[in-house]
């Protein structure tokens, strides 16, 4: 009721919904308290910003072509712990080859990479996960994460959103903070039929500062550009563009994409830090390759590498 960016007064909901007053000023409270950008002006009412309403799935789904959609098995939660976790586990009783995606409005325990903790406050962000399965073995697989990258990016601008780019290997940042973050995880038989679990967390109407973030951050709200914050336009938009591409991945690998990640690529040419569990190496990022594998210049010449448990930082240092 509250999507069209209008006000609404506690009696005008309260007489919609059949409950009184004071129980719609209370579950209001406890939105505001989570930290949702609900604005409340004496004598007007309640309103959120234009489009900032629930996921719903028929909105998601209306983006996308007809048939794609149906043939997709879908679940919107409530609240769940990862939507990752929940798709791998019903990955163990299903086989049938079908493309699965779960989105929920909240998550108990969001996970990064290398468990990591993904702040995951109800009804502000997306947390969407996305099943897809794959015939020829998790070694074809390189450079997905990649792909899903760029798509995000693609579909922000698409959405009418500026200055987002991607960070090798898998992260979303708009103008220099953390907007966006990838895990994907593999199930099944990793020579042949297998599973990519991908995972994307967008942060879209938070604005609380995240104390339990400990880098920096933003949203798409906080960004204050002006664009429609419609959680359900941006799923299906990604998620028409992400099967799309991977059609094509699935034919040609990420060569063919090679050019336009570069193009995001928000740390190309600077110097930087990869850590890979004790070892670091320092150099200069110089793009990927068709494999998706970061080129860094060292003093040594170049290295190429890969995904997997690695982190980039600015060299502030050099
Ligand atoms: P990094 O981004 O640190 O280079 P990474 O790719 O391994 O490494 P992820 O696994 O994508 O990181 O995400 C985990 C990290 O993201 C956490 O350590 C935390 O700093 C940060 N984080 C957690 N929740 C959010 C959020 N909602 N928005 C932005 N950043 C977050």
Redesign the pocket.
Known sequence: MMSDGQFHSGEELGRELGVSRAAVWKALKRLEEAGYPLQSVRGRGYRVPLGAGLLDLQAVQSVLPAPLAAGIDWQLLDSVDSTNAQLMRQLSNVGDGRVRVCLAEQQTS?K???G?????PYGQ?VYLSVAVPFSDGAQRLEGLSLLVGLVLVETLENCGFRGCGV?W???ILLNGR??????VEIAGDLTSDCVAVIGV?I?VL?KQP?S????A?TSLLLSRQDAPLDRNRLVGEFLRRLLAAIDEFRLQGFAPFVDAWQQRDVWRGLPVRVQAGSSSWNGLAMGVDERGALRLETAEGEMLLHGGEV???LNDDS
Do not use: F, T, Y
Not at 116 to 120: E, F, K
Not at 178 to 183: F, Q, R, S, V
């Open positions: 969001g990064g990479r290398r990591r903790n993904w702040v995951s962000n960070k290997p898998n992260d953390k907007l966006a973050g990838i895990l967390g942060n938070m995240e339990a973030i400990e880098q951050w982190s980039l930082r």
